[in-house]
């Protein structure tokens, strides 16, 4: 590995320098397809979603319920949940008649990171 003292630098702007392999990496990090996690920021921007996901957090639940404890349609509820499921963060199975949704392991994760990021002390 090489010293500092023998890397190549970039001049960036006047005095701001960087070593070469820095700037290469950096210039790949701004590269990167992010399309991915956009698409999960978008999902979570929406408070009918995220007021699902505490709900699921209680416990696993039926759109039924969902549709009793809202003022939100079926029809839109089955959306919002649809769009949970596909970007991973909530899980379904068939019981009986029901439909049921429980969030998965890394929806769990996701939801409790960002509570106790926002959790007033």
């Given amino acids: 590995m090489e010293k500092m003292s023998e890397k190549k630098i970039i001049e960036v702007r006047d005095a701001y320098s960087l070593p070469e392999d820095v700037l290469e990496t950096v210039h790949k990090a701004l590269h990167e397809d992010v399309e991915e996690i956009v698409g999960l920021f978008k999902v979570l921007a929406d408070p009918t979603r995220l007021r699902i996901l505490k709900a ?3 416990q696993s639940l039926c759109v039924c319920v969902l549709v009793e404890a809202t003022d939100q ?10 769009l949970l499921k596909e970007a991973g963060l909530v899980d379904s199975r ?16 996701l939801l409790k990171y960002i509570e106790k990021h926002f959790e007033k002390n």
């Fill in 56 to 58: 699921l957090e209680v």
């Fill in 73 to 82: 349609k079926h029809s839109a509820l089955s959306y919002h949940l649809k």
């Fill in 94 to 109: 068939r019981e009986r008649s029901f439909q049921i949704y429980d969030l998965t392991e890394f929806g769990n994760l």
